[in-house]
């Protein structure tokens, strides 16, 4: 199994959206998220997104970097948190300067969702998914 996992500051949009992806297309992988200042919730326009493609986000819960898995991983992924991610040990770090949708309409939170759709997809296939 891969381990897998994705930060951004509040764990609540880009990187639960993301975990959730991974397990949805993935297969031998073990998907992760976490936030370096995380909100203790999930966004409830994150929930309402991903229940539009049948995954309940819901069951998702905001943690941070000290509530995940020691590494290795596979991949870290960081989702444009800048310096607020520290250092977590993994074959391959990668950042997704992706916008927070925190504050984004309904439409424009979508165009988000999809963007970490398809960067989700495009890692899993790196990784030989």
Known sequence: ???????C??????????QAFAR????????YSAGSRPSGKVNPKA????????YD??????KSLEDIPAG???????????????WIPAKEHIDWDIPDPKNLEREEFRKVRD??????????KRAGE
């Open 24 to 31: 949805i297309h993935g297969k031998n992988i073990e998907a």
């Open 72 to 86: 290795p991983y596979e991949y870290v992924v960081t989702m444009g948190c800048g310096d607020e991610c520290p």
């Open 9 to 18: 500051i509040e764990n609540s949009n880009r990187s639960q959206m993301a």
């Open 47 to 54: 929930i309402e997104a991903m229940k539009e493609l049948n």
């Open 57 to 62: 986000l819901s069951v998702h819960t905001s």
């Open 1 to 7: 199994m891969k381990k897998l996992l994705f930060v």
């Open 115 to 124: 963007l970490i759709e398809a960067k989700v997809v495009e890692l899993l």
